[in-house]
């Protein structure tokens, strides 16, 4: 059964300081997501990872893919109040079901 | 926005009672699917259809069914509502089952 872990599950941080956030999953899978959900709102897409070392960049926000490792990694640089929402990384498992992580809350303060 | 919308957005009911909400999609995806989202558990896999009359179960699909009669429309139904499905219940459509989920805007459902 694949598990999808994320940590930190909480995150507060002061703006214009860097952090990571981090996916491990428990089985074999070349394509993991990332998306953001704001508070009581719906979960928007952010980055499709497809293979071995893919990086994908927007904004201040950067994920990385390594697949041997069964681990993703999303960067924030200089965060900004904006960035403040609830982040999931997700991986499909079999038969195009999605497993999504716990998600990581980040509150970013100025 | 991908065109998805789920009703009622909100719902209260008692326990014992039958409940479905509805998804609506106007993107003519494929797949669809829905989750519920829960402190502490993410979201989780409730049941998913992969074409009219097509569907399958997710990790949590005790106590729920699914019906899908057209491509734009995915029914969940709850037979008989207890209150460990209160919940917010999201839709999705992936259009090929790989690509991004687009999401609904959810249905909060409290079962009292």
């Known amino acids: 059964e694949l598990k999808v872990e994320q940590n930190p599950l909480f995150l507060s941080m002061q703006e214009g300081k860097n952090y990571t956030i981090y996916c491990n999953y428990s089985?074999?899978?070349?394509?993991l997501y990332w998306y953001r959900q704001d508070p009581g709102k719906s979960l928007e897409s952010l980055f499709v990872l497809l293979s071995n070392g893919a990086v994908k960049q927007e904004g201040r926000l950067m994920a990385s893919l390594d697949t041997k490792a069964r681990l993703s990694t999303l960067h924030i640089t200089a965060a900004v109040h904006d960035l403040s929402a609830t982040y999931f990384c997700a991986v499909i498992g079999g038969a195009q079901k999605l497993v999504f992580g716990q998600g990581t809350r980040l509150t970013i303060n100025p | 926005d991908a065109g998805i919308t789920q009703s009622p957005r909100h719902k209260v009911t008692e326990t014992g009672t039958p409940v479905t909400l509805r998804c609506h999609q106007t993107?003519?995806?494929?797949?669809m699917y829905w989750y519920r989202q829960d402190p502490g558990h993410g979201l989780r896999l409730i049941h998913y259809?992969?074409?009219?009359?097509?569907?399958d179960k997710g990790e949590v699909s005790d106590g729920y069914s699914v019906s899908r009669s057209k491509t734009e429309d995915f029914l969940l139904t709850l037979e008989s509502a207890t209150s460990s499905q209160t919940s917010v219940y999201f839709c999705?459509?992936?259009?090929?089952?790989?690509?991004?989920?687009?999401f609904g805007n959810g249905t909060r459902l409290t079962v009292t």
């Open positions: 089985t074999t899978s070349d394509r």
């Open positions: 259809s992969y074409g009219v009359k097509d569907t």
């Open positions: 999705a459509i992936s259009e090929t089952g790989v690509s991004p989920l687009h």
């Open positions: 993107e003519n995806h494929r797949y």
